[in-house]
């Protein structure tokens, strides 16, 4: 999500990983506010963290091994009423 000055409420990028690791992602280059939701290898959300600020470079971690990772539009996930927890399928 680099440089984009805007995302689509119903967009996203996923970035889905062969096998569980402990991952960390920052904002460097990325301009507005996102959701990244941490999505465990059973398909279970591990973490959100709502609405990570732009341009930071602290490490946004999941706290656990997981297998991908969605980014969303900051405040989405709330929005929809995602929660820890909840499934995902792609």
Known sequence: ????RS?????GML????????LAF??????IPLDL???????????IAANAPPHSLGRIE???PV???????GGRAAELGI?????VEW
């Open 83 to 87: 929660a820890p927890g909840d499934r």
């Open 15 to 22: 970035f889905p990983y062969a096998t569980p690791d402990y």
């Open 37 to 47: 939701i941490f999505i465990r290898a059973d398909g279970t959300i591990a973490r």
């Open 7 to 11: 995302i689509a409420p119903d967009r």
């Open 1 to 4: 999500m680099m440089w984009r």
């Open 62 to 64: 999941a706290g656990e």
């Open 26 to 31: 920052w904002m460097k280059n990325t301009l």
């Open 67 to 73: 297998t991908a990772v969605l980014e969303i539009a």
